[in-house]
């Protein structure tokens, strides 16, 4: 089975510009997690969403956001950059809504740099 | 608040010899309890979890973790390091009925050869 895919992998931008990360989940699974991965801040969870629903969110601002298509592919939205959101985005799947104790499985990581 | 510690910046260990990376949590009711790793420019890959039952838990690459209820503690262990283990070691707890993983600021384990 192919592991979980993240879209683009390095991505540079510039301060206000907007930005769309992609995630695939592994085939079967239903559940996509979004993570921010700093030095500082370690891993702070974004959001999650099961079958094309936001399910939870973490503790952001309206600038970021995301979807889920009916496939279960995932899409993350950044608007309005800034500085610190330069960070490694994790996003991250698992075959139900987390709640059974379902082991979450990382893609790579799509790495933001906002200058 | 809920929260999960890694009270260990950075362990360091000879090889060949049993390591130790530390996680302790603060979450209501009886949590899932999962390790993972992260090398270097790749995303986190799972080592082991705990959901119920026995608590000395076996997961990948030789590793295992012991649950204490008592001191709501999930140590993460090896019997015999390897250089090719450093890496850096995030614990994780899942509240039974949650949606939200709250993560640990992550262990960098160093094996010297």
Redesign the interface.
Known sequence: KAGVTQTPRYLIKTRGQQVTLSCSPISGHRSVSWYQQTPGQGLQFLFEYFSETQRNKGNFPGRFSGRQFSNSRSEMNVSTLELGDSALYLCASSTTSGRTGETQYFGPGTRLLVL | AQSVAQPEDQVNVAEGNPLTVKCTYSVSGNP?L?W?VQYP??????LL?Y?TGDNLVKGSYGFEAEFNKSQTSFHLKKPSALVSDSALY?CAV?P???????????TRLFVKA
């Open positions: 899932y999962f993972y420019n790749r995303g986190l890959q799972f979890k959901i995030f899942t039974r009925g949650g949606f939200k993983t709250i993560f640990g600021a992550g």
